[in-house]
């Protein structure tokens, strides 16, 4: 079981940044591939970035946030991290944090845990 607590999230003015984290508990958490998506009001869950098990050497973004957004991961900390710089209003959205065990992590079906999820907001 692995439990995932976003923290980060707030109201910022278009062009600015914020660093979301997950906190993730258990002794497994570099085993797991760790992912960030985003829902939006009346939208589907959409991903947004995700990075490999263990080192974390692969990672894997969405056209719309690729080269402004970057994720990592401190398994030390048993942490992942998305900096988010050049927000659009657009990137508005309450964002998650996922764990996954599973192949192919720009989809959901791909993970089995889940945070609560933070809100971002990006005033224009």
């Known amino acids: 079981q692995v439990q995932l607590v976003e923290s980060g999230g707030g109201l910022v003015q278009a062009g600015g940044s914020l660093r979301l984290s997950c906190a993730a508990s258990g002794r497994t958490f570099s085993s797991y591939g760790m992912g960030w998506f985003r829902q939006a009001p009346g939208k589907e869950r959409e991903f947004v970035a995700a990075?490999?098990?263990?080192?974390?050497?692969?990672?894997y973004y969405a056209d719309s946030v690729k080269g402004r957004f970057t994720i990592s991961r401190d398994n030390a900390k048993n942490t992942v991290y998305l900096q988010m710089n050049s927000l659009k209003p657009e990137d508005t959205a309450v964002y998650y944090c996922?764990?996954?065990?599973?192949?192919?992590?720009?989809?959901?079906?791909?993970?089995?845990?889940w945070g609560q999820g933070t809100q971002v907001t990006v005033s224009s």
């Open positions: 990075i490999s098990s263990w080192s974390g050497g692969i990672t």
């Open positions: 996922a764990a996954g065990s599973g192949l192919g992590l720009r989809v959901v079906r791909a993970y089995d845990y």
